[in-house]
């Protein structure tokens, strides 16, 4: 639904679970950039199955803290599309790196189903949100 391609840059959340992993599957088989999002622990296994980069689960604890992981990591502190499974407060920071015209797909809300959205984001950077 999201039309990853080559040249997105896509965060997915819960990397290491059953949808986190075919997530990472169907995003390298379109080309995108792939930026998995899972437990110190499963890192390497990640790491394995193909992601370009592996970010702590605790780097989205906040948004700077999150943009500052992906610059670091990354190179840049901002993704095209949100790739997320988890929910909850993980989904409010992890939208709030996408750019403009960025594009949010969630497939899971293990997190919490509810999630604050500032309707200007939405307007202004002209978001999708997609189910």
Do not use: F
């Not at 995003?27 to 995108?32: D, E, F, P, S």
């Not at 901002?78 to 929910?87: E, K």
């Not at 992890?94 to 604050?116: D, L, P």
């Amino acid at each position: 639904n999201a039309a990853v391609g080559a040249g997105d840059v896509v965060l997915v959340t819960g990397a290491s679970g059953g949808v986190g992993t075919s997530m990472l599957s169907l995003v390298k088989r379109r080309g995108a950039t792939l930026i998995a999002v899972t437990s110190h622990s499963k890192m390497a296994d990640i790491i394995e199955r193909g992601a370009d980069y592996v970010i702590p689960r605790e780097a989205l604890s906040d948004v700077d803290t999150l943009r500052k992981t992906l610059k670091r990591e990354c190179g840049q502190d901002y993704v095209t599309v949100v790739a997320d499974s988890v929910g909850g407060t993980m989904a409010e920071t992890a939208m709030q790196v996408m750019c403009v015209r960025g594009r949010y797909v969630s497939c899971g809300a293990i997190a919490g189903n509810a999630v604050k959205l500032d309707l200007r984001d939405l307007i202004y950077r002209d978001w999708q949100l997609l189910g």
